[in-house]
């Protein structure tokens, strides 16, 4: 398995401003990945953290908006900007252990809650 | 398009009773199929995941599932239903390209004394 933590925790910004998530993890993984789960809703995935690399971004999703770094295995930031109210929601990094292979299991870390006014 | 069902928003027990949520699945060749749980204010959390062979697989807290490649479905089960299994359930499926998890709609379980 792998321990997961995210900072912060939560947060309440204002419109316009930007907020930088932090998600460390335990042990070195290839797999990272930013999902975002807005009020009642389900999970949806932002972008795949690559290390070394670019994040490739899901449909509905773009850099600008959502720039990620991924500076190391082991750690990776999110950031949101320019926040608008519907940007409000819980923002969950998760890894798949080790090598990351499919039939592994994927974990999530406890998740930013967001609340933009 | 690979993606997963579940077909019930809400699912009420009561305690002591066998529970079920439902999900089905669809993708292209064998699936990886995953259920989550999240608490109030909480991550989530792993449960159990199919990968292959026996098509009962057991998890976490004495969940089960099952998995039946006929009806593409993995339903989630438990012989006895505590007030503590009350949470929202998530069944997903690994995407093989890229291997990221497809997540369905999540069902809320409510299991009341």
């Known amino acids: 398995s792998a321990v997961i933590s995210q900072k912060p925790s939560r947060d309440i910004c204002q419109r316009g401003t930007s907020l930088t998530i932090q998600c460390q993890v335990d042990?070195?993984?290839?797999?990272m990945f930013w999902y975002r789960q807005q009020p009642g809703q389900s999970l949806t995935l932002i972008a795949t953290?690559?290390?070394?690399?670019?994040?490739?971004?899901e449909s509905g999703f773009v850099i600008d908006k959502f720039p990620i770094s991924r500076p190391n295995l082991t750690f990776s930031t999110l950031t949101v900007s320019n926040m608008s109210p519907e940007d409000s929601s819980i923002y969950l990094c998760s890894v798949v252990p080790g090598a990351g292979g499919l039939q592994e299991t994927q974990y999530f870390g406890p998740g930013t809650r967001l609340l933009v006014l | 398009a690979q993606s997963v069902a579940q077909p019930e928003d809400q699912v009420n027990v009561a305690e002591g009773n066998p529970l079920t949520v439902k999900c089905t699945y669809s993708?292209?060749?064998?699936?990886?199929l995953f259920w989550y749980v999240q608490y109030p204010n909480r991550g989530l959390q792993f449960l159990l995941k199919y990968i292959t062979g026996d098509n009962l697989v057991k998890g976490s807290y004495g969940f089960e599932a099952e998995f039946n490649k006929s009806q593409t479905s993995f339903h989630l089960k438990k012989p006895s239903a505590l007030v503590s299994d009350s949470a929202l359930y998530f069944c997903a499926v690994r995407v093989r390209q890229g291997g990221k998890l497809i997540f369905g709609q999540g069902t809320e379980l409510s299991v009341k004394p």
């Open positions: 953290a690559n290390q070394g690399s670019e994040a490739t971004y």
């Open positions: 993708v292209s060749g064998n699936p990886y």
């Open positions: 042990s070195q993984v290839t797999m």
